[in-house]
């Protein structure tokens, strides 16, 4: 069944995350295969998550590591904030979109695109980097945050609020800096 994101006319905000440096990934990771039985992009099986948001059943467990780590740090999201949050996938998301959050007026709805066929070609890290980067304007209201940090010599994003995507292997060497970043 095809579900569309909620048509208030007045758009708050749009975040575009270019996933230009996506294409630098190892290849050697595995992509697992998530699509069966011919359903095309338009037939997200977008489900509701144990009644507390709106999700394909495969991008759920990104959300909940999100409002785990969140929790964790003291920044515990409001169960009706979570309920405003719709995840979709959108295959019209221009050409180095990965993901995008779209905040809305009046509802406040909140709904996260993700251009699923870029999304199969990162990795489990790489995900999360990008959702919890979508998370952090949903649920955070955080905006972009290209400050950067030297890591042992070499230079990165200081934040997953970065406005390019941080790769998964340096996420995931310097994990706990960037989740109290992101949840400070
Ligand atoms: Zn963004």
Known sequence: MKQ????????????????????????????????????????????NVDGRYAAPAELAPYVDEFLAAATAHSKAIDSALVGKLSVIYDESLPGAVIGRCEQYTGTGAKVIKIKKSRWETIDEATRQSLTFHELGHCFLGRKHDDTTVDHGGSTAPASLMSTEIIHGNVFEAHREEYLAELFK
């Open 4 to 47: 569309t994101p909620p048509k208030e006319p007045k758009l708050l905000k749009a975040d575009v995350y270019p996933a230009r440096t996506v294409l630098f990934l190892s290849l050697f990771l595995t992509v697992l295969g998530l699509v069966g039985c011919g359903h095309g992009e338009d037939s997200p099986s977008l489900q």
